[in-house]
């Protein structure tokens, strides 16, 4: 949760005050009449899922779910006929009810040398096993034969003090696959940062683990502050025939050059964001001219940033939206997907939402579905994690660009597959803008 600036204090409390009134919805059920319900596999109950991710191959139909707290660990689910999704396998870490904490928000997959590995963030405390790990990769090339699953080698540290809350494959310009680790906090004199990882050498046995460079948060007045990245997000631009990283963090989001990963370089960054103090997540439009943000507090919108005054050398840092979105104030979303002009939100209470960005400066709501119909509350409200908070409901969302499928992880009630009438699936060429997603060509 971030703290408003003073300035706005007296609105956030007038807020928080009305989203508790009689007026305020206390269950959301069901959706647009363009979003359609394939299936759904509940997973364990509130707060034991955390992202989500698919698989881009139609040859190869698997989704992957982390697993949290004392199930650590993650599932696969296999999505080859999506009304009919079903768990295909379940792995969990050894001793897994001693780990405290028990999170790492997502998994990603990556292929490289012809085989196929999903990387797991690990964040794990320091009164519990494996608080250095950040993150632990498996060989999956054998799928759908679950009996030939690996561990191909962990990644850890004794300066990754309790793990990377995300991981993000990335296939660089120059041929090799990186993987960038959102590493939650830093030791002491040690700044802030992301790490950088050539996963060819890592998987090879490297005795550095592969580390080739760190993307750090430049400096900001937040000294007392040890955390880091939230969410990054790499993509090449091919405008400027740039790699670039995309990071949400402690002063708010910002924008390297890692084309040389080994020195990245600061191009500009969105911070001195009014009642912002830390910046969730980012993504770049395909064409690196805008940022979709999310901050994950209570009545913070979807921020659309216009990335070009920064970029062009014209402004030190840019403050100020150019649009903003929310499918009801009384919420807010934790993270999205972007297939330029679509983006597609888990908005925890709100479920899955589908916005159209076309105009940055009008964002509008395409479709949506209710995956939670959870009870509205203003916060934990005893401290504990429970399934009646604003941090309820829809978690992450994946799409598979080849035919559309969409995926969707709820903290309360766990997978979910969707298709939108009109969206049978995304190529950037056909929208007018570059062919750049998240989605990689391995």
């Known amino acids: 949760m971030l703290k408003p600036s003073t300035s706005l204090a007296a609105l956030f409390l007038l807020l928080a005050g009305q989203a508790c009134s009689p007026a305020t919805p206390s269950r959301k059920t ?19 899922v955390g992202g989500i991710e698919i698989e881009q191959e139609l040859s190869r139909p698997y989704v992957y779910v982390p697993r949290w707290r004392d199930k650590s660990g993650f599932v696969i689910i296999d999505v080859s006929d999506p009304a009919k999704a079903h768990l295909i396998y379940s792995w969990q870490i050894d001793r897994a009810a001693e780990h405290t904490i028990g999170r790492g928000e997502t998994g990603k997959y ?93 998987l090879a046995g490297a ?52 084309t040389k990963p080994e020195s990245p370089r600061l191009l500009t960054s969105i911070t001195n964001i009014s009642g912002v103090q830390r910046g969730h997540t980012i993504i770049a439009s395909p064409d690196g001219k805008y940022a979709l943000t999310q901050m994950e507090y209570q009545f913070s919108p979807l921020m659309i940033f216009d990335l070009r005054p920064g970029l062009e050398g014209k402004v030190a840092t840019i403050s100020r939206p150019v649009g903003a979105w929310m499918a009801d ?50 916060g934990f409200s005893d401290g504990q994690l429970r399934g009646n908070s604003v941090h309820s409901g829809a978690m992450e969302v994946d799409v598979r660009n080849a035919d559309g499928l969409v995926v969707l992880s709820d903290l309360n009630t766990g997978f979910w597959a969707f298709r939108m009438d009109g969206f049978t699936g995304w190529n950037g060429g056909k929208f007018g803008v570059p062919d750049v997603s998240s989605v990689q060509r391995w």
């Open 329 to 378: 104030w009384h919420d807010l979303s934790h993270n999205h997907e972007v297939r330029w002009p679509y983006v597609f939100a888990a908005a925890y209470e709100d479920g899955l939402q589908v916005i159209d960005v076309s105009d940055p400066a009008n964002p509008k709501t395409l479709g949506w579905y209710y995956t939670c119909e959870c009870e509205h509350q203003t």
């Open 207 to 258: 005795r550095d683990q592969g580390l080739v460079g760190k993307v750090p948060i430049p400096e900001i007045p937040l000294k007392e502050v040890r955390s880091a990245y939230h969410d990054v997000y790499v993509a090449y631009d091919p405008g400027t025939k740039q790699d670039k990283f995309y990071g949400g963090g402690t002063g708010g989001f910002f924008i390297y050059d890692v």
């Open 110 to 202: 990556f292929k490289t040398g012809g085989r196929y590995y999903y990387a797991k963030a690990t964040v794990f405390g320091a009164d519990g096993p494996d608080h250095d790990l950040g993150a632990i990769v498996f060989d999956l090339t054998g799928l759908p034969d679950t009996s030939t699953i690996r561990e191909a080698g962990r990644i850890r540290a004794a300066d990754i003090p309790d793990g990377f809350i995300s991981v993000f494959p990335y296939k660089h310009s120059d041929g090799r696959v990186l993987l960038f680790g959102a590493q939650r906090t830093s030791p002491p004199g040690d700044p802030p940062h992301a790490k950088v990882y050539d996963m060819q050498k890592f």
């Open 30 to 48: 069901g959706g647009s009449p363009n979003v359609h319900k394939l299936s759904n596999i509940p997973l364990g109950g509130y707060f034991y």
